[in-house]
């Protein structure tokens, strides 16, 4: 992979990169567009999130109880991430990446 520095200076449209932007719709953009996104993102991260402790949960054969027991976490928390209200940061995040791709060996160590 070939790396290239580029100096720009934002003064200076001849030293922007050229490319597929749209610079009347990027100036046209409102901080209220950008919220709006922004919450859009999240949304959608949420729901992806939601997905994965489904996914590693079922995977598992476990119910959500079963599931919130064995990573010793309140069945609510659980229920939470799985629906999308809230989502695993942290430990718990790394836990469950851990019992995706080693389920075997991270239910031995949870034992």
């Known amino acids: 992979m070939k790396m290239v520095r ?5 003064k200076n449209a001849s030293t922007l990169p050229k490319g597929r932007v749209d610079r009347a ?3 046209a953009t409102t901080e209220a567009d950008l919220a709006a ?7 959608e991260a949420m729901h992806d999130a939601a997905r994965f402790v489904r996914r590693v949960r079922q ?13 010793d976490v309140p069945l609510d928390t659980i229920r ?26 991270a239910l031995h160590a949870l034992a």
Not at 63 to 68: E, G, H, L, V
């Open 6 to 10: 580029v100096s720009v200076d934002l």
């Open 25 to 27: 719709r990027l100036d």
């Open 37 to 43: 996104q922004e919450a859009e993102d999240e949304a």
């Open 59 to 71: 995977r598992l054969g476990l119910t959500q109880r079963q599931f919130a027991q064995r990573i």
């Open 80 to 105: 939470n991430w799985e629906q999308g209200r809230r989502y695993p940061t942290g430990a718990a995040k790394t836990l469950l990446k851990i019992l995706d791709k080693a389920p075997e060996a």
